[in-house]
């Protein structure tokens, strides 16, 4: 049996994640996933590389067809398990990098978006600064941020934060925080991860 996953115009990670679910929903099934665009032929071969699957490309007519299969080239070892979920976020701001903000948000729409479908969570993301945007009304990440915290996840928004940007009545998800309960999650994690 091959499982088709059509991944034509969609942005990342989106293409990725889909190969994804059809790789666990399927295990050792062959796979081929179909994409438009150079950096998402990249990210899907690398997952399926490094989730132990061969990968053949062909492309037809500006399409990438990515030809999965499981792989028959000896043991390939799992990748090592963390410290399951005992990690938090850390977000300073409501977008993420430097250099353009439009970019900016749309870049931190997909790393929501991936976080949703990663595991394990963390156990806590805590939001500073103009981070806090992303707990309230209006933000493009609303969702994902719930469905994270209905998955154990722990939405902490920093309140002198929210009540020096008057966002306080705003709050959507997760509770308000202070600082000293900021620095026990991240003194208690075994990482912080900062983005």
């Known amino acids: 049996m091959t499982i088709t996953v059509d991944a034509r115009g ?14 666990e929903g399927a295990p050792g099934e062959n796979i081929i996933t179909i994409v438009n665009n150079e950096a ?20 037809k007519d500006g399409d990438y067809y990515l030809e999965i299969s499981p792989c028959s080239c000896g043991d390939v070892k799992p990748a090592p398990e ?16 430097q250099g353009s903000d439009e970019l900016g948000r749309i870049l931190i ?7 949703t479908e990663a595991k394990p969570y963390p156990k806590a993301i805590l939001f ?34 929210l009540d020096f ?11 308000v925080t202070n600082m ?9 994690a075994t990482k912080v991860i900062r983005i």
Not at 182 to 188: A, P, S, T
């Open 128 to 161: 500073l600064n103009s981070g806090v945007n992303l707990t309230t009304e209006g933000s493009v990440v609303l969702e994902h941020l719930k469905t994270l915290e209905a998955g154990g996840v722990e939405i902490l928004s920093c309140g002198t934060c």
């Open 40 to 59: 998402a032929k990249e990210n899907v071969r690398r997952l399926a590389e490094n989730s132990g699957y061969q990968v053949a490309i062909h492309d």
């Open 165 to 175: 940007f008057a966002l306080k009545d705003k709050l959507s998800v997760g509770s």
């Open 10 to 23: 969609l942005n990342c990670p989106t293409p990725v994640i889909k190969t994804k679910t059809a790789m």
């Open 180 to 188: 000293y309960s900021i620095v026990e999650k991240m003194n208690q």
């Open 109 to 115: 729409k997909g790393y929501f978006y991936a976080l």
């Open 82 to 97: 963390n410290d399951a979920g005992n990690y938090v976020i850390y977000v300073p701001t409501d977008k993420m990098g």
